[in-house]
Structure formats: C-alpha cells, structure tokens
C-alpha cells in the first residue's frame, strides 16, 4: 500500500524501503508494544519488518476507547503504578473533557517537564529558554493540563515553582472580582516574568485589567498562547498591552505538546522529537488533514495512531491549527468555516476581549462579543457573506460569555450534526 503522509520533517521519518516503514517509527512502535498490554491485545505485531499494510492494521485509538477500557488496560499491574503514584515515580492529570468525559492521564515523573523542554527547543524564540532557569507565568484553567496548578486558594510563596507563578486560583476570568486582578497583576509585577503562558481568554482579559490599571511588563519577552483557540482579536488586544512576540504552543493533556509555531503566521509545525503526527485527509479536501498522534519516548501510557480531534491545514510556511472537528463549520457549497475565517470577515473597526459566533438555527447565527464599544453596522452581514448564502447574523454585545462544562471557551459553536 501506499505510505501515508506525515507532518514530521522527512530527516524525523528517516527514509523508507519498498514497502516498510522508516527505522524511526518501527522502533518507536515496538517500544509501546513493549511498555503497554493494550495494543498487544488490540492488534498482535510479528517479529519481521513492519510494512505499510500492518501499520495500516493497527486499529486508530480513540479518546472514547480509553475512556471504555479504562486508563489501567494500559498498565500491566497497575498495582506498581499505585506504588510509584505514592513515591512520585508516576504523577497522574485529569483532561477538561472537552470532546468527552474527563480522562485520567498517567505519567513519568519528569515527563512533562522534558517534553515541554523538547517543545521549547522546537522553536526559535522559545530554544534560548530550553533547559535554563527563567521567570515564567501561567495563567489558565485551574485544572490546567499537566503543569503543578494550584487548587485551593494558596499564598504566593506556595504558587512559585522553580521560577514559575501559577496565577489563577479560581475558573472563569469573567468572573474575577476586581480584587483578585489586583493581587494577579501585583504577583506579575513581584515575578517580573519573561514569559507568561495562558489560555488566550484568559490573557485577553488580563491585558484589559492591566490597561485599566495603566501597568506594564517591560521584563516579558514571548507570550505562549497555549490551553485553547486563541482569535485574532484576542492576539491583538494581548499585543496592545503587552508587545511581546506572541507563540502558538498546541497539544493536549493525553499528547503533549505537538505543534509549535509563530502565532497567526500559519507556519506551525510538529515537535518532531514529541511525536510522530499522521495526516489522514478530511473529507477530500487536499489541504486539510485529521491528526493521529504517536507520541515518542514516553513510558506510561504512551499513544499509538492517537485520533486527537484536531484539524489542521497546510501552508507552504507549515500548517494552521483549524482546532476541533465539532468547532468547524461546513458551508453547504463545501467551504470550512474555522475561526480564521471568521477573524477575516470581522470588520476593522471591531475590537473585542472575546466572542462566540453561534448557530441557533440553519440560516441563523448570533455573534456574542465582549467589548468595550459596539460593533460596526455591518458585523453581521460580514460574517453572514462568509456562512453562506441566505445566512443571518445577529450581533449582540455582551458584558461576559461562559465557558463550556469542561471549563473551556468557543470561538465557533456551529449546531451539532
């Protein structure tokens, strides 16, 4: 059969003859099959070369089958994984549960730490702070993938980890009393950090409380957007108070970190040293690819042929990170709509800490904003050129927008099929 097509750089794959698969993903793929039961017990491997038909046999695994047969099926005795749990050998996460319910995660002591090092090392801006001390500061959902976030209302001292602050203490920066903006932007100003992370919401809503506040971060170098989707309007409005080169950091709890790259530069590319990431085409377009992620050097419940959700599309520079299948909408004439698309027909005179564009209806759409201004007249029929014919929009200011239940917000919320 014919390989499919990869993400990684050619050099990552290494080369392939006839029929079989390069060294580095035979090797790779043997080593899970050692480290966990499960995939033995999916589907048996022989002992020749793998060829391109057999890597084609191994059933893609799913967020949903985890969740059925259980974080253990990956352990052999999880009995040992509850010894090294205690000792700190192992440490475990919980996944917001934004596609399904929420996922326990398994892994190495140290694991996280060395991949998000790898991650760093991917990237040009973030490669001179691999491996070194540096002043960081998070800001995110509290149950904020695998980083040591907080979850009872801490001091300080306690929320300062090896140079990083962990931030947040509660979910849901729309509520944030004016108070607890105090006491985060005080802690930034303590720190003095060179680069802060979060969830886009999140930074988008801290950069108007500093603004408010007339403060400023003259130590911050790179902001990470990182944790969820980030629009252009909340890079821009990010980049308004804090002018600092802002990168794009996409991965999951379960994963790691995968993709890297400039934000809205649409030259991300995959962390080849963090994972093999396979492009199975979506829904025969050319451009535009379901990821399957095969992590690389991980020992606990490591992921093989991974169908993470996302959809990704490729550029000469790299690719874009359209985000979640559920969150992307298909005109009836075929075109994807992501949040790019609708970052392009926002009229410029819009300028907003957030928004959802939500189907209520097959020709209807309400566009939710948070702003400190109206939108322009013509918001809605801009973006109802890029629906679709007969397509009405709505917009509608407002003074906060929820997140979902998994704590996570939208751009797009298209109705579900």
Request: charged share 25%; net charge neutral.
């Amino acid at each position: 059969m014919t390989a499919p097509v990869f993400a990684n750089h050619p050099e990552t794959l290494g080369s392939a003859h006839d029929s079989r698969l390069p060294e580095s993903l035979e090797a790779e793929i043997r080593a899970i099959y050692e480290r966990s039961p499960l995939y033995p017990e999916r589907f048996p491997l022989h002992a020749e070369p793998l060829q391109w038909a057999c890597y084609d046999g191994i059933p893609v695994l799913t967020k949903q089958e985890i969740l059925q047969r259980g974080h253990t099926a990956f352990f052999a005795d999880y009995r040992v994984i509850e010894r090294g749990l205690q000792n700190r050998e192992y440490e475990y996460e919980h996944t917001s549960g934004s596609t399904a319910e929420p996922m326990t995660v398994i892994m190495e002591d140290g694991w996280w730490a060395e991949q998000t090092r790898r991650a760093y090392l991917a990237h040009p801006r973030l490669a001179p702070y691999a491996g070194r001390p540096v002043r960081k500061a998070v800001l995110a959902p509290v149950a904020c993938s695998s980083n040591l976030c907080p979850y009872e209302d801490q001091p300080f001292p306690h929320r300062y980890f090896e140079g990083t602050v962990y931030l947040n203490l509660t979910s849901d920066p729309f509520v944030f009393p004016e108070s607890e903006w105090d006491r985060i932007l005080l802690e930034l100003q303590a720190v003095k950090p060179e680069i802060i992370e979060g969830e886009p919401v999140y930074l988008s809503l801290l950069a108007r409380a500093a603004a408010k506040r007339r403060v400023s971060l003259p130590s911050l170098q790179i902001v990470i957007l990182t944790y969820g989707k980030a629009s252009l309007q909340h890079s821009r409005r990010i980049a308004e108070v804090f002018p600092a080169a802002q990168v794009d950091l996409y991965g999951s709890t379960e994963a790691g970190y995968i993709f890297v790259g400039d934000a809205f530069q649409d030259n991300s590319r995959v962390i080849d040293a963090n994972a093999f990431v396979e492009l199975v085409p979506w829904r025969g377009r050319a451009d535009v690819f379901q990821t399957q992620v095969t992590t690389r050097n991980r020992r606990a419940m490591p992921l093989l042929r991974y169908s993470t959700g996302d959809i990704v599309r490729r550029f000469p520079t790299g690719f874009r990170i359209l985000g979640r299948e559920r969150d992307l909408y298909l005109r009836p004439d075929g075109g994807v709509v992501s949040a790019a698309e609708v970052d392009a027909a926002l009229p410029v005179g819009l300028a907003c800490w957030h928004y959802c564009l939500i189907q209520t209806g097959e020709a209807r759409w309400d566009f939710h904003y948070v702003g400190d201004h109206n939108a322009p007249r013509e918001t809605g029929d801009a973006l109802a050129q890029v629906l679709g014919e007969g397509v009405r929009v709505n917009a509608f200011r407002r003074k906060f927008l929820q997140p979902g239940s998994s704590g996570k917000f939208s751009l797009l919320k298209p109705l579900a099929k």
